[in-house]
């Protein structure tokens, strides 16, 4: 079957790969849609980050290897001890597998586990492919209401949901999101239905700036032309109740941790290429609190946390899902229309869904 595989930086290639046997907890996936994230983009232009250059403890695979995990299809096949699932069924695949074996997963939080392994990173399968094999725990079946399409969404927008429920925030609190790629706007649309007053988003991309608008967002600044800390300052009581850092360089998320007030909350959950630094005077001397956000609830509780409340978001027309969807393109394109095109900032692209 045809497939994008991942050799190295810049270097995704379309090629002829062996279909998986379907295992007798597995299923076939038939592949409809799969969005091209962020994380795939930093693998792309500076990794192997999460994509192991050696075996992988808990599936032994190491690149070159299928990427996706954002996707969507119809179940081809099913094993012989499937029981939820059937033949032609509509799902979406939650791509973080568990050990259910560490000090995490014992005590029920799975997205901390010490040895997950993650569908289309460390695993022989991925989302940009014909198809994909995957275990039977990790797939939710997508109502009438959502098409496949849109179900690609679903796991960038529990990634914004969960950070979004980590700051703790309330209806009347103000925030900034700090970056408004595919997920920061996830992030701006979470916020937005928590009940933020007031919302700002820095992101140097007039495009991207523009749609954070169409989700929500009160106030747009352009970083380059315009110092957001003191803008938002300007317009709050000594900054937000809380911040959002989802552009992954130290000057913004030095930028979120001074736009927010005394006591206020920084969220971080940006896939970070450099290690950053920061004053840590502007954190001890005003009690901000920094928190990391790492994507959403993993199977089991994925089934009644972030993921399944967003398809029932999505099935109940609570989502502009146009605002993400920037283009769509055929696997053959995933290089030159994909990756390379989201890269080029001039392009302003924010999520970019494949068809096989």
């Not at 198809?131 to 690609?152: I, K, T, Y």
């Not at 600044?221 to 809380?242: F, M, Q």
């Not at 998320?253 to 004053?279: C, I, L, P």
Request: proline share 7%; with cysteine; hydrophobic share 40%.
């Amino acid at each position: 079957m045809k497939a994008a595989v991942y050799h190295g930086p810049e270097d995704v290639r379309i090629e002829d790969v062996p279909a998986d046997e379907v295992g007798p907890s597995d299923v076939r996936i038939d592949v409809a849609w799969c969005g091209i994230c962020g994380t795939d983009l930093h693998e792309y232009l500076g990794g192997p980050i999460f994509v192991p250059d050696e075996p992988h403890p808990r599936t032994g695979k190491t690149l070159p290897l299928t990427l996706g995990h954002e996707f969507t299809g119809r179940i081809a096949e099913v094993g012989a001890d499937v029981s939820r699932l059937s033949v032609g069924d509509r799902v979406v695949v939650e791509p973080n597998i568990p050990c259910g074996e560490c000090y995490y997963c014992e005590e029920g939080r799975y997205n901390l586990c010490e040895n997950a392994a993650a569908i289309g990173l460390q695993t022989d399968t991925g989302g940009f492919a014909e198809n994909a094999v995957v275990p039977e725990q990790q797939v939710h079946e997508l109502p009438a209401e959502v098409s496949l399409r849109d179900g690609a969404l679903v796991e960038p927008l529990a990634v914004g949901l969960h950070a979004v429920r980590r700051a703790d925030i309330s209806p009347g609190d103000t925030a900034a999101v700090f970056g408004a790629g595919p997920i920061g706007l996830t992030v701006v649309h979470a916020a937005q239905s928590a009940g933020i007053k007031r919302l700002f988003v820095s992101e140097p991309q007039a495009v991207r700036r523009e749609k954070a608008a169409e989700l929500g967002a009160d106030v747009t600044i352009d970083p380059l032309s315009t110092d957001p800390v003191e803008r938002i300052k300007a317009e709050t009581p000594g900054g937000v109740d809380a911040a959002f850092e989802y552009a992954g360089v130290d000057p913004s998320f030095n930028a979120a941790v001074k736009s927010t007030r005394r006591g206020g909350t920084v969220t971080v959950g940006a896939v970070f290429e450099e290690e950053t630094s920061t004053d840590l005077k502007e954190i001890v001397t005003t009690e901000r609190t920094v928190l990391g956000s790492q994507t959403y609830a993993y199977p089991p509780l994925s089934f009644r946390s972030e993921f399944d409340a967003v398809i029932r978001s999505l099935a109940a027309d609570e989502v502009d899902t146009d605002a993400f969807v920037s283009a769509t393109i055929d696997l053959d394109d995933i290089v030159e229309e994909g990756f390379e095109a989201i890269g080029d900032p001039e392009n302003g692209h924010v999520k970019v869904l494949v068809s096989p």
